[in-house]
């Protein structure tokens, strides 16, 4: 199973980025796909999800209207659209792949929002 997150890089305040996170050895579909994210001395913190049954997606808090999940079960791709960033975003994201003791990590994409 290989999870590989890509679209990460330094955006200004109020700017977008797409992320993507391509896997192999799995199908997305049947697996909760979620986004977490990580600033170098702090611990991971969850920030999307995007159910397998349903659909249904989920924000923390402080992304909700701003940040948008998605999947393409036929490129076996999730995503991750965020729009005004502003420079608490900043950090390394990670893709993860959860169906009850299954449990895949990406390697993670690095997200710089400043000036």
């Known amino acids: 199973v290989q999870l590989v997150e890509s679209g990460g890089g330094l955006v200004q305040p109020g700017g977008s980025l797409t992320l993507s996170c391509e896997a192999s050895?799995?199908?997305?579909?049947?697996?909760?796909m979620r986004w977490f994210r990580q600033i170098p001395g702090k611990e991971r913190e969850w920030v999307a999800i995007i159910m397998s049954i349903g659909g249904n997606t989920l924000y923390k808090d402080s992304v909700k209207g701003r940040f948008t999940v998605s999947r393409d079960n036929a490129k076996n791709t999730v995503y991750l659209r965020m729009s005004n960033l502003i420079p608490e975003d900043t950090g390394k994201y990670y893709c993860n792949a959860g169906r009850r003791l299954d449990n895949y990590w990406g390697q993670g994409t690095q997200v710089t929002v400043s000036l």
């Open positions: 050895g799995l199908s997305i579909s049947n697996y909760d």
